[in-house]
C-alpha cells in the first residue's frame, strides 16, 4: 500500500505508516530543518527513513496528478498555530491555516482513506463552525470553494449537498480525541485525528480502543507497589486507603477490558545516563542544556507520570513543559533524546540542528508509536475490504 505524507515535519506520522507496512510514494515537508533530519538519517541507513523521496517544498507547489488513482492513503498533520491554545486564535483567517491544502490534496489525488492530526483545540466550542466546516470538506473534497466564493457561503452550499438525497459523501469520516499516554507513549498529548475512508469502498472501521490506563499505574504504585519496585526505589507516594478502594473498584468494573499502565517519564528514560555524565556524548543527540526554571504554569513534567505535552518553543513559552522535575527536586531540561523518547521515535533516529530547533522539531511531531497504532488499524481494513492487497 502506498501513503502520500503532506507536512511531514520530524516524520512521526509518516514513520508510523512506514512500520505499519504503508511505502511512501512522497515525503513533502518545506522546512528546512526537518528535510536535513530527514537526510542525515537517510545517510545513515537508517530503515525506516532510507527509502523515502523527500520533497522539500511548499505542499500547494506540490504536483499531485501523478498520484491520481495511486494511492491507498494521504496522512499529514496539517499546521496547527491557528487552533493551539498558545495562538492567537484565527482558524480560517489565519493564513498558516493548512486544512484547505490537506483537502485539496485529497480531492487531487482520491486516496482510498486519509488521517489527519491536529491539536485538540480544534474541537473548542469557539472553532465549532469552522471544524463543521473541515467536516464537510473532507466529506465531500470535490465539491470545492470558487475563487470569489466567501467561506460562509461555500459552507451553505456543502450543507445543503450533504443534506440532499441524491448526494451521498464522497467519504465517510470521523474523529476523534486521542490521548496519548492511553496508547503506551510516556506523555499526556492529546490530539484530534481525522479519518476518512472512501464510501465506495463500504469499510467499516473505528478508533482503536486505548492499551494503557492510568488507573493501572495508580495500582502498580498503591497496591502491588510493582512500579517502584521495578525502578528498584522505595514507595515514593502515597494515597489513602479509601482512594485505594475506590481503584480497585474502578479497575474490577472494567475486567473485561485490561490494560496496562501508562508509561512514565522515568520508564521512558531507562538505559539513558544523566548528559552530564560521562558516558553522555556516547549517546547522539544527549547533550545537557542549562537554564531550566520553573515558572507559573510551567513546573516541569513528574517523572513517575506521563510527561506533559512537549511544545515546539513557541507563543511565548520558550521551554515550557520540555522540563522535568529531577530526584532532587530541581528541574532540567529534557535532552533531544530524552524528548525524542517522549515521542518514541527510535534511539538510532538522529535529529538536525539546535535544541531549540530540534525541539520545535519533536514538539509538532506525532508519536511514532501512536502513529503506527492508527496505522496498523487502517491498514487491516483496506486490506480486509480490498482484495489485491
Not at 231 to 249: D, G, K, P, T, Y
Request: aromatic residues 10%.
Amino acid at each position: 500500500m502506498r501513503n502520500l505524507e503532506l507536512f511531514a515535519g520530524a516524520g512521526g506520522l509518516a514513520m508510523g505508516m512506514s512500520r505499519a507496512g504503508f511505502e511512501q510514494a512522497a515525503v513533502i515537508e518545506r522546512d528546512r530543518a526537518a528535510c536535513s533530519t530527514f537526510r542525515i538519517n537517510q545517510r545513515h541507513h537508517m530503515s525506516l527513513v532510507e527509502d523515502w523521496p523527500i520533497f522539500e517544498m511548499d505542499a500547494k507547489d506540490f504536483d499531485y496528478d501523478p498520484y491520481k488513482g495511486h494511492i491507498d492513503l494521504i496522512s499529514g498533520g496539517p499546521p496547527c498555530q491557528p487552533f493551539s491554545m498558545g495562538g492567537k486564535h484565527k482558524s480560517h483567517n489565519d493564513d498558516r491555516d493548512m486544512f484547505p491544502l490537506a483537502i485539496k490534496a485529497v480531492r487531487d489525488v482520491h486516496p482510498k482513506a486519509f488521517i489527519f492530526e491536529n491539536v485538540r483545540g480544534l474541537t473548542r466550542k469557539s472553532f465549532s463552525n469552522y471544524l463543521a466546516y473541515i467536516l464537510l470538506q473532507l466529506q465531500h473534497p470535490e465539491i470545492s470553494r470558487n475563487d470569489d466564493e466567501e467561506i460562509y457561503d461555500h459552507q451553505i452550499r456543502l450543507e445543503k449537498e450533504h443534506t440532499a438525497s441524491r448526494m451521498a459523501p464522497t467519504y465517510n469520516v470521523i474523529y476523534n480525541v486521542i490521548n496519548a499516554a492511553d496508547f503506551g507513549i510516556p506523555q499526556k498529548r492529546e490530539r484530534v485525528f481525522f479519518v476518512g475512508f472512501r464510501s465506495d469502498l463500504g469499510i467499516s472501521w473505528s478508533f482503536p480502543e486505548p492499551t494503557h490506563s492510568s488507573d493501572v499505574l495508580s495500582y502498580e504504585k498503591f497496591v502491588t507497589r510493582q512500579y517502584w519496585d521495578e525502578h528498584r526505589l522505595f514507595n515514593r507516594e502515597q494515597i489513602s486507603s479509601e482512594a485505594i478502594q475506590a481503584l480497585v473498584r474502578r479497575l474490577e468494573a472494567k475486567c473485561t477490558h485490561p490494560r496496562r499502565r501508562w508509561r512514565t517519564v522515568r520508564d521512558a528514560l531507562v538505559g539513558l545516563p544523566d548528559p552530564q555524565d560521562r558516558m553522555a556524548p556516547l549517546v547522539a543527540n544527549h547533550v545537557f542544556t542549562p537554564g531550566a526554571r520553573a515558572y507559573p504554569g510551567h513546573t516541569g513534567s513528574r517523572l513517575d507520570e506521563p510527561a506533559k505535552t512537549l511544545k515546539a518553543g513557541q507563543h511565548g513559552v520558550p521551554g515550557g513543559e520540555n522540563m522535568f522535575v529531577q530526584d532532587c527536586g530541581g528541574v532540567r531540561y529534557f535532552t533531544i533524546r530524552e524528548a525524542a523518547r517522549m515521542q518514541t521515535f527510535p534511539d538510532n533516529y538522529t535529529f538536525h540542528g539546535s535544541w531549540s530547533e530540534s525541539m520545535r522539531q519533536l514538539g509538532n511531531a506525532v508519536p511514532v508509536q501512536l502513529a503506527e497504532v492508527m496505522a496498523v488499524s487502517i491498514a487491516a481494513a483496506l486490506r480486509a475490504t480490498v482484495g489485491n492487497y
